[in-house]
């Protein structure tokens, strides 16, 4: 069956960097691309950018352009995201999500949610 | 693109048929989704392609629209039901969510 697990929770001071990892299995590891998703507490959902693992290509939302990296490992099936020059207002749960592209590029399998918590 | 749900909240109670409509900045064709979400968990995906029942989720869902106009439609509200429900964007990047709309037990 498609999983998708991430790393645990974080605790990071401002100014630090954080990387979440996220391990699939189940299926094609290179057939389908990676969303990251993340939810500060009590808001909304918020696009952080997306991952292409076959090739590596990345698209990223213009907030989070110069801090966010998302890169892959095909050899162990691991997307990993990484955020810089933390601030508080990153405090939140970070998703990695499969795209399907039969059902339209939507998210099909979600992971199980890592939450990472910036405060001095 | 933006995208623009509502309403934001709702009351209903069980049995109710509730719409929650969702408006982007731009046409997007077909490429919108539905989710569920519950307190403390994942998403769930409900319709894709604005009109397509996800496999094993109950028919009282449905989608319907194209173009910037689209709408999430429960017939008959179950308890299981009461959840925020956010529509999503995948036209172009960046894939974008409404802000969502959270439905409460009247």
């Known amino acids: 069956q498609v999983q998708l697990v991430q790393s645990g929770a974080e605790v990071k001071k401002p100014g630090a960097s954080v990387r979440v990892s996220c391990k699939a299995s189940?299926?094609?590891?290179?057939?389908?691309?990676i969303h990251w998703v993340r939810q500060a507490p009590g808001q909304g959902l918020e696009w952080m950018g997306i991952?292409?693992?076959?090739?590596?290509?990345?698209s990223y939302a213009q907030k989070f352009q110069g801090r966010l990296t998302m890169t892959r490992d095909t050899s162990t099936s691991t997307v990993y995201m990484e955020l810089s020059s933390l601030r508080s207002e990153d405090t939140a749960v970070h998703y990695c999500?499969?795209?399907?592209?039969?059902?339209?590029?939507?998210?099909?399998?979600w992971g199980q949610g890592t939450l990472v918590t910036v405060s001095s | 693109i933006q995208l623009t749900q509502s309403p934001s909240s709702l009351s209903a109670s069980v049995g109710d048929r509730v719409i929650i409509t969702c408006r982007t900045s731009q046409g997007i064709s077909s490429y919108l989704a539905w989710y569920q979400q519950k307190p403390g968990k994942a998403p769930k995906l409900l319709i894709y392609s604005a009109s397509t029942l996800q496999s094993g989720v109950p028919s009282r869902f449905s989608g319907s629209g194209s173009g910037t106009d689209f709408t999430l439609t429960i017939s008959s509200l179950q308890p299981e039901d009461f959840a925020t429900y956010y529509c999503q964007q995948l036209k172009s990047y960046p894939h974008t969510f409404g802000q969502g709309t959270k439905l409460e037990i009247k």
């Open positions: 189940g299926y094609t590891f290179t057939s389908y691309y």
């Open positions: 991952i292409n693992p076959s090739d590596g290509t990345t």
């Open positions: 999500a499969r795209r399907e592209v039969r059902f339209g590029g939507a998210i099909d399998y």
